[in-house]
């Protein structure tokens, strides 16, 4: 499977962006969808993930309560709503998907496959 983000881009601290990862390819197995970012001289992060069904996310601690991920199967297409954007949450994300049950895996970078170009969020304060 192919993945495309998309939706970066230069925000005020306090503002919202909403970024999209297109799946092309196989997109017929039920792939669990995560998001990653990673900081300038930092190693890449876990930010969010969610369940082939939509039924089952995870977040982590440092977005929860204002990122929310969510998924249109019938568009193959994940999102990622971030509200309340800190300079902290500066860094490139990167989508990544991995055919597997959800569960604790999920959390945890080379669990996963497939991984998108990367798009560029940068908050400014």
């Known amino acids: 499977v192919q993945l495309q983000a998309s939706g970066g881009g230069l925000v005020q601290a306090g503002g919202s962006l909403r970024l999209s990862c297109a799946a092309s390819?196989?997109?017929?197995?039920?792939?669990?969808m995560g998001w990653f970012r990673q900081a300038p001289g930092k190693e890449r992060e876990f930010a969010a993930a969610i369940s082939w069904s939509g039924g089952s996310t995870s977040y982590a601690d440092s977005v929860k309560g204002r990122f929310t991920i969510s998924r249109d199967n019938a568009k193959n297409t994940v999102y990622l709503q971030m509200n309340s954007l800190k300079p902290e949450d500066t860094g490139v994300y990167y989508c990544?998907?991995?055919?597997?049950?959800?569960?604790?895996?999920?959390?945890?970078?080379?669990?996963?496959?497939?991984w998108g170009q990367g798009t560029q969020v940068t908050v400014s304060s």
């Open positions: 990544a998907a991995e055919n597997n049950r959800f569960g604790p895996w999920v959390v945890t970078a080379t669990n996963y496959d497939y």
């Open positions: 390819g196989r997109t017929s197995s039920r792939y669990v």
